[in-house]
């Protein structure tokens, strides 16, 4: 389908470039650190975690915190990854030429999203080898991570549609890349701001609006249908207004 030839020219594009594999690397490297230093102070408190009964686990104190710092990291570098996909093609004018192309509207956006998206998805199984290397020494809860890097791939997902929309708004990929960081910064505070109102509706629908509130759910093992509606509903809605973006950039053209 044309769909995945698209998808696959982005995802070539994205390892062509010189910055996302900047960003590979450099966020690699501080989940690493950030790891070995975990695993380092647990290491040196287990001696005491074994005399006490319940104490929680390699998972709880060193897989939690390495996956609590990707998802904040991955919200400042996704914009990054993200700003050029169509603001690129806007600002060098090529965006005609790929209006002409046997491709509807939503196949464009679809291929691109999916290409982006393969990218995440590669980042997030290389951050997952870290927590997995722990299988070597001992035990680790495989459920609760399935749950966290689940959780993890919807959120991200949801990054990547919230910057694919706003590229398609402006042709300056810098703009593209602070508006989308802005965004995803409004939704993943907006639990705090609901949480000082007082007033039990503006509460929950803030509450319900907020990213962190339906990833912590994941993040802790608990899998509920209604995050997973959220990320899908959220993730659907700003696809749609990239689709209808472009349809209005065509029928200008």
Known sequence: MMIFTLAQRELRSLFLSPLAWSI???????????????????????????????????TDLVILPLYGSATFILMMVVPLLTMRIISEERRSRSLPLLFSAPLSMSEIIIGKYLGIFSFLIMMIFMISIMPLSLLFA?????????????????????????????????????????STFGILLLLWIIDWAG???????????????????????????VFSSADVIYFILFISTFLILSIRRLDADRTKG
Do not use: C
Request: proline share 2%; charged share 10%.
């Open 138 to 178: 001992g035990n680790i809860d495989l459920g609760l991570l399935a749950a966290i890097v689940f959780g993890l791939i919807l959120l991200v997902a949801a990054f990547a549609a919230v910057g694919l929309y706003m590229s398609s708004l402006t042709q300056q990929p810098t703009v593209a890349a602070v």
């Open 24 to 58: 590979l690397a450099v966020v690699q490297l501080i989940l690493a650190y950030l790891f070995l230093t975990q695993l380092n102070e647990f290491l040196t408190l287990q001696a005491q975690l074994k005399m006490i009964e319940g104490a929680p686990g390699a």
């Open 195 to 221: 949480a000082k109102t007082g007033e039990d509706g503006a509460s929950e629908l803030l509450g319900y609006l907020s990213m962190l509130r339906h990833y912590e759910g994941l993040a802790k093992g």
